[in-house]
Structures are given as C-alpha cells and as structure tokens.
C-alpha cells in the first residue's frame, strides 16, 4: 500500500502563504487520484481540492478557490498544495490523502482509501 507523508506547515500571517507537500512511497503517485483535506479544532474533516491521476480534472471547494493551488510531480512522487492570501480560517490540520479513482465523491473521506499524517497550519490574525 502506498504511504503518504504531509510537511511544509507551519505559522503565517493573515495574507502569507505556505507551500504543503505529499510525498508517496510504497506505491508510485501515478496510481493515485489525490486529495487535500482540513480538520479545525472542533469541526470535521472538511474537503479543500482534488486532482485526477493525470491532473486533467481538479476540484477546488469554494472556500480556497482563487487562493489555494493544486499540482502534482508525478516524478518525484509529490503532490503540493501551493496556498495563498492565507486568512485565520483556513488554520487546520492538513491532510493528503490516495484514491484509485477519481469519482463523483471526491469530496467524501470515504473516497480515499490512504491517508498520511496530517501538517499544521496556523494563521494569525
């Protein structure tokens, strides 16, 4: 099974950006439609983006489209998650996570079958 490790998190402030990183192994990151997902203090884990294998399709959720990028480097088994006009709400465990196939339920955890540790990200006001 493929393994997935988050880094790349850390402390901005409101309008700063961070780059997060997924790195696969086990597993080439070619196999895997991917996702990011967020978990805030009290709340569930929230959907933020997916791409498809080839990166041909990428959902954005509404509440980081325009400021959140998605991109994967299939030659370094990494998939980033380029984040901008970072705002206190978007502070959150980041999560990436592995699915076989890119389906109409990217947006549920249940979709994905891999799922690495998750990376802090705080933004202050």
């Known amino acids: 099974q493929v393994q997935l490790v988050e880094s790349g998190g850390g402390l901005v402030h409101t309008g700063g950006s961070l780059r997060l990183s997924c790195v696969a192994s086990?597993?080439?990151?070619?196999?895997?439609?991917m996702g990011w997902f967020r978990r805030a203090p009290g709340r569930g884990r929230e959907f933020v983006v997916a791409?498809?294998?080839?990166?041909?399709?990428?959902e954005y959720a509404d509440s980081v489209k325009g400021r959140f990028t998605i991109f994967r480097d299939n030659a370094k088994n990494t998939v980033y998650l380029e984040m901008n006009s970072l705002k206190p709400e978007d502070t959150a465990i980041y999560y990436c996570?592995?699915?076989?196939?890119?389906?109409?339920?990217?947006?549920?955890?249940?979709?994905?079958?891999?799922w690495g540790q998750g990376t802090q990200v705080t933004v202050s006001s």
């Open positions: 996570a592995a699915a076989e196939l890119f389906t109409g339920i990217y947006k549920l955890e249940g979709h994905y079958r891999y």
């Open positions: 086990g597993r080439t990151l070619s196999s895997y439609s």
């Open positions: 791409i498809s294998r080839s990166g041909g399709v990428i």
